[in-house]
């Protein structure tokens, strides 16, 4: 996975966070017959001049601001420039190397909708995917590979918020549709089934990395799509992944890329949505109290020399059932880092130190505990801070 998006007019951003993936969205301000918004197809209207973008996060805004194309190259230090252009854009050059096992080196992307304080015209998002307008969203993508490309994915990569922000990290969720993979790479967490949406049947992925990550990997690969966005939330919301009150920030179409990529093309990007449905009035909401933890994460610095220490975590399963696997997310912190675990495998990246149990235990009845060992490195002096750690997606006490 990785961090947000973001994006420029042309412009470029050396402060912003980032993430994985990101789709280009395009709604038209309000028709004067239909207020239906659509993004233009390869029969429309001639597109702009093309734009090189070069710089880690440079943006360009097109389709008369309705998309933004972005170069992101958030997991890598070496270059890469896309051509953007109405509609989509394609890999022009790079020279990443990273591993499969390793983060994407980038995730070059067009998306519609809010990003780090950037809004495209028209799309109508942030939008609660409880709003009546929200079941119209549809989205479309044709992409390009060529002959003999390397290790990358096409994906959606759409946001999820439990405020209707427009800037910043969004901490509810990330949803990613994958169309087409190659070089073993695989989605953030783990595979917890499948499921039958838009004519296809798709692997679904759930994990964590500060915020909760679904993924649903399409079996049959394609380079050319068109969605009810609505179909795909809906099955993430009766998963127990995302609320129903949360917002939509944006919806981001692209690639997620490791290596020997050039020539990857977003060729068309769509994007609609009916803005003139009525919106249900927003009920004034009522306090609800917090619900006591159903996880307890303990973390014990069980010895420690010069330049190391020895670490246990124990997760204590203080909810009503018994889990039968379990994904334990700790935030990482400056100072404290892990190089070696047992009892557990160990993910690193996007903000977090991401802990799935070994297998033989998985389970852990209700009031039950499990521990995990490893060692790391900490600053003098530090403790190991496990607040923030997360099972499942679910906030555990500490």
């Known amino acids: 996975m990785a961090p947000a998006a973001r994006r420029p007019s042309i412009g470029s951003t050396s402060g912003d966070p980032v993430r994985r993936s990101t789709l280009a969205a395009l709604v038209t301000?309000?028709?004067?017959?239909?207020?239906?918004?659509?993004?233009?197809?390869?029969?429309?209207?001639?597109?702009?001049?093309?734009?090189?973008?070069?710089?880690?996060y440079e943006y360009?805004?097109?389709?008369?601001?309705?998309?933004?194309?972005s170069n992101q190259v958030w997991g890598a230090t070496t270059p890469q420039c896309v051509t953007a252009r109405d509609g989509g854009f394609t890999i022009a050059s790079e020279a990443h190397d990273n591993p499969p096992t390793d983060i994407p080196a980038a995730y070059p992307d067009i998306f519609a909708g809010c990003h780090w304080a950037r809004c495209t015209r028209g799309s109508g998002l942030p939008m609660a995917m409880s709003d009546p307008r929200f079941a119209s969203i549809t989205t479309g993508v044709d992409v390009t590979v060529p002959e003999g490309a390397g290790i990358y994915n096409v994906a959606y990569?759409?946001?999820?918020?439990?405020?209707?922000?427009?800037?910043?990290?969004?901490?509810?969720?990330?949803?990613?549709?994958?169309?087409?993979?190659?070089?073993?790479?695989?989605?953030?967490?783990?595979?917890v089934g499948t499921v039958e949406l838009a004519g296809a049947t798709w692997q679904v992925w759930f994990g964590t990395s500060g915020w909760n990550v679904v993924s649903y990997v399409r079996t049959t690969p394609t380079r050319s799509i068109d969605l009810v966005f609505s179909d795909f939330t809906s099955d993430a919301i009766a998963r127990g992944y995302m609320e129903?009150?949360?917002?939509?920030?944006?919806?981001?179409?692209?690639?997620?890329?490791?290596?020997?990529?050039?020539?990857?093309?977003?060729?068309?990007?769509?994007?609609?949505?009916?803005?003139?449905?009525?919106?249900?009035?927003?009920?004034?909401?009522?306090?609800?109290?917090?619900?006591?933890?159903t996880c307890v994460v303990e973390a014990t610095v069980v010895s420690r020399w010069p330049d190391g220490f020895q670490g246990s975590i124990?997760?204590?399963?203080?909810?009503?059932?018994?889990?039968?696997?379990?994904v334990l997310s700790v935030p990482e912190r400056p100072?404290?880092?892990?190089?070696?675990?047992?009892?557990?495998?160990?993910?690193?990246?996007?903000?977090?130190?991401?802990?799935?149990?070994?297998?033989?235990?998985?389970?852990?009845?209700?009031?039950?505990?499990?521990?995990?060992?490893?060692?790391?490195?900490?600053?003098?002096?530090?403790?190991?801070?496990?607040?923030?750690a997360t099972v499942d997606g679910t906030a555990c006490g500490t």
């Open 29 to 56: 301000a309000g028709l004067a017959a239909c207020a239906v918004v659509l993004a233009p197809s390869a029969t429309g209207p001639a597109v702009a001049a093309q734009t090189e973008l070069c710089e880690k």
């Open 60 to 69: 360009a805004f097109v389709s008369d601001d309705r998309f933004v194309v």
């Open 157 to 191: 990569d759409a946001w999820f918020d439990p405020t209707p922000r427009t800037d910043g990290q969004q901490t509810g969720a990330e949803l990613m549709i994958w169309l087409e993979h190659e070089g073993g790479v695989q989605p953030v967490g783990v595979p």
């Open 244 to 293: 129903e009150a949360w917002y939509l920030t944006n919806i981001q179409a692209g690639f997620e890329v490791w290596r020997d990529v050039v020539g990857l093309s977003v060729d068309d990007f769509r994007y609609a949505v009916d803005l003139e449905a009525t919106p249900s009035p927003t009920p004034t909401p009522s306090p609800t109290p917090t619900p006591s933890p």
């Open 314 to 326: 124990t997760l204590r399963n203080t909810g009503p059932a018994a889990w039968d696997r379990w």
């Open 335 to 388: 100072g404290q880092s892990v190089t070696q675990v047992w009892n557990a495998s160990l993910l690193t990246g996007a903000g977090a130190l991401t802990f799935r149990d070994a297998g033989w235990n998985g389970r852990v009845p209700p009031g039950g505990t499990t521990q995990i060992g490893f060692l790391g490195r900490l600053a003098p002096g530090q403790s190991f801070d496990v607040t923030g």
